[in-house]
């Protein structure tokens, strides 16, 4: 499986942006699907995330601001993200569980949210 990235940009706080994650490959043998950010000299942390089953979780910072979803082929992957925060600046990594972790990633979208 192979993911790539894009949408990132620079953003006003209380804008919106896109992010969207095509997959090739093996799609099938994705369990799920999520979304990481990594912010300078922090530790990646889970954003959200969508089983193979459509059950989905958020991370407390962002729930009822980011939705997650994808197109019915299973192909794309998308993070909505709105009334972003400078907070919410960081590298957004697209990854998914193929075996029993999160063992397959994308190369990160640069999003950064100005005050």
């Known amino acids: 499986v192979q993911l790539v990235e894009s949408g990132g940009g620079l953003v006003q706080a209380g804008g919106s942006l896109n992010l969207s994650c095509a997959a090739s490959?093996?799609?099938?043998?994705?369990?799920?699907m999520g979304w990481w950010r990594q912010a300078q000299g922090t530790e990646r942390v889970l954003v959200t995330l969508?089983?193979?089953?459509?059950?989905?979780y958020y991370a407390d910072s962002v729930k009822g601001r980011f939705t997650i979803s994808r197109d019915n082929a299973k192909t794309t992957l998308y993070l909505q993200m709105n009334r972003l925060r400078p907070e919410d600046t960081a590298m957004y990594y697209c990854?998914?569980?193929?075996?029993?972790?999160?063992?397959?990633w994308g190369q990160g979208t640069q999003v950064t949210v100005s005050s």
């Open positions: 490959g093996s799609i099938s043998r994705m369990h799920a």
């Open positions: 969508m089983t193979s089953g459509d059950s989905t």
């Open positions: 990854a998914a569980i193929v075996a029993d972790t999160w063992d397959t």
